[in-house]
């Protein structure tokens, strides 16, 4: 072996023991955890790990691809997909099929013993690396375009009419059909004049949240001239959610300041 | 240089444990992400390939399998968002009009 070759094979030797369980513990994490959320966060890690193991190997472009497609693109979208569809489902438990659980991880085993000792074992180990052939064309970007844009500049061609198809796949797939017309501007006013003239409901905007002292929080509400507290000033979520504030109590510091003041005044004129 | 099997047995194992997860695994996002580990397990190969042999064809491929995914992430995941807006669950068992 090269000697000069000696501190970069050994770092790549370091690299895989460090980079290869973390990928593993992050592939155990995808298939364990009950939560998609966490799931998908093992899965990421998986990946970044691999891409170190690419960047050991000599292969700093698809390192870098790696990071920007896969743990940049593709979890994201993953993760986006996973807040639309409810983060807050855990996976049943529940095996409908009996005994699939156990004799899918046997099938796992299985797998795993066939590729490591049927496909591992076929192989030799010539000692050259990637090193010369990087070296051959300059750089490994520069090497990678040579053979994309030169032996397989047909494939290459071909990809982009499979990523054409898969974004008007994803629109077509994802696009749905309105049922009802969409209310504009104009109907949306007509439906409001129209309560107005059958229920008499205030057509204007509804009531701002109300403003004290101590608060001016959107869940605190506003309050009517007589006191009592205005419905229609508060959102019906924050409702819902028990977010409200009492106003009675918030409006009571308000009256006992005033109070007071009124007191000291009367007793400025009493003294006069 | 290290012993090149180590990355086979490598992806060997990331390779099942995604085919255990896709076995296993209701939730069809978790499932497709179990599919994910089955490419980037494969796709550890052919970088492991190239380097054993010394060429770059094993990184080339590499790079269209990761195309291909993406493609294929997109859509896959449309067909999962257009499922559960119509039956409201990304489960894989209530996907079941097709049986008997």
Known sequence: MNPAMVPLVTGAEVTFWIAAPIAILGALGLVFARRAVYAALGMAVSMISLAVLYASMDAPFLAMIQVIVYTGAVMMMFLFVLMMVGVDTPDSVVETLKGQRFLAILAGIGAAALLVFAVGGAVVNPPVTTIEANAARGGNVEGLAELLFGRYVFVFELTSALLISGAVGAMLLAHHQRVTPKKRQREMAADRMAAYRTSGEHPGPLPNSGVYAHTNAIGAPALLPDGSVAEKSLSQTLILRGASLDAPALAKVTNETFAAIEAVADDDEDEE | ?100
């Open chain 2, 1 to 100: 240089m290290m012993n090149p099997e180590n990355y086979l047995i490598l992806a060997a194992i990331l390779f099942s444990i995604g085919a255990v997860g896709v076995l296993v695994r209701r939730n069809a996002l978790v499932a497709f992400m179990c599919v994910e580990l089955m490419l980037n397990a494969t796709n550890i190969v052919l970088v492991a390939g190239s380097h054993i042999h010394g060429g770059l064809d094993g990184q080339v491929a590499t790079f269209f399998v990761m195309v291909v995914a993406a493609a294929e992430v997109v859509v896959g995941l449309a067909i999962i968002v257009s499922i559960f807006k119509t039956r409201r669950s990304t489960s894989v068992d209530d996907a079941n009009l097709l049986k008997l």
